[in-house]
């Protein structure tokens, strides 16, 4: 996600706490916006988990695979 749109969420943010509040146009914007960064930040998570390795006692690698319900602890 490009600094700018960061830095336009943490601007919402605090307008959002002062007195004057957001508008309905800037409610929405911060919406649209909170819901892009979270996308974006599970796909970065996503991306790293899919590239993360365990190494058990004896020095084997393997892929870490994702939990599912057949496989919770």
């Known amino acids: 996600m490009e600094q700018s749109k960061i830095d336009r969420i943490n ?4 307008k959002a706490k002062s007195p ?6 800037e409610i929405k914007e911060r919406a649209e916006l909170r819901a892009e960064y979270i ?6 998570l996503r991306s790293q ?11 084997n690698k393997r ?7 057949g496989n919770a602890q």
Do not use: C, I, S, W
């Open 49 to 59: 988990l899919e590239n993360t390795y365990l190494v058990d006692e004896k020095g």
């Open 11 to 14: 601007f919402l943010a605090k």
């Open 39 to 44: 996308a974006a930040f599970r796909q970065d």
């Open 63 to 69: 892929k870490l695979t994702p939990k599912t319900k």
């Open 20 to 25: 004057e509040g957001l508008t309905d146009q």
